[in-house]
Structures are given as structure tokens and as C-alpha cells.
Nanobody
Framework: QLQLVESGGGLVQPGGSLRLSCAAS????????IGWFRQAPGMEREGVSC????????KYADSAKGRFTISRDNAKKTVYLEMNSLKPEDTAIYYC???????????????????WGQGTQVTVSS
């Protein structure tokens, strides 16, 4: 059974850093692109970043550019989201999601992704 599990969230002060991990099980990550999304209370889920199956192509939302870095290690079946210079407005539940390579279009729209993790809470506060 295909599963995604996020980890690495927590409480951090403004200006701090966190590295989120998305671990896959039940399938080979080689055939899937991965996206990171977030959802704050009362807000719609928004795309943060995505990466193709090889890791050679990435995309970032404007809110993440210059601060967040997505990467992947297919041998470890894990995708990472390095987040620096965190702001209170980055507070949200962060989800990773997968879509097979044939269906991947580089989109940051949630409906384009088929498989979702349960999320990890990120809180940025002093």
C-alpha cells in the first residue's frame, strides 16, 4: 500500500529553520513526482514546492522562493523541504503528496496529486 509520512515539523522562532521529510513506503519513489503543500486554519490548501521524479526540476510558490529548498533522495525514498528564514505566516500543517510521472505537469495545484500524507504541524512564533 502506497504511503507517505511527513516528519520534522515543530515550533520555531521567526527567522529560524526547519527541515521537513516525506518518507514513502509501499512503492518506489523513482516513478513519482512529489509536491509540498500547506494549509493554515481557515485557509485553502496551497502549493509550496514540487520536484520531478529525478530531482532535476523544481518549482516554488512565490512565498517560498529564496527561503525554501526541495530535494529528494530516491535511494532513501525520501523528499525534503528545507525551510529557512521562517515567518509567522508560514504557520500551517504541511503535507507532501505524490503523482505518477506520466501525470506530472509541474503543477502546484492540489487536485493534480493522488496520494497524500497526514501532515506535520509547523508553528512559527516567538
Amino acid at each position: 500500500q502506497l504511503q507517505l509520512v511527513e516528519s520534522g515539523g515543530g515550533l520555531v522562532q521567526p527567522g529560524g529553520s526547519l527541515r521537513l521529510s516525506c518518507a514513502a513506503s509501499g512503492f518506489s519513489l523513482d516513478y513519482f513526482a512529489i509536491g509540498w503543500f500547506r494549509q493554515a486554519p481557515g485557509m485553502e490548501r496551497e502549493g509550496v514546492s514540487c520536484i520531478n521524479s529525478s530531482g532535476g526540476s523544481t518549482k516554488y510558490a512565490d512565498s517560498a522562493k529564496g527561503r525554501f529548498t526541495i530535494s529528494r533522495d530516491n535511494a532513501k525514498k525520501t523528499v525534503y523541504l528545507e525551510m529557512n528564514s521562517l515567518k509567522p505566516e508560514d504557520t500551517a500543517i504541511y503535507y507532501c503528496a505524490a503523482v505518477d510521472v506520466a501525470s506530472y505537469s509541474g503543477s502546484l495545484r492540489a487536485h493534480n496529486y493522488n496520494y497524500w500524507g497526514q501532515g506535520t504541524q509547523v508553528t512559527v512564533s516567538s
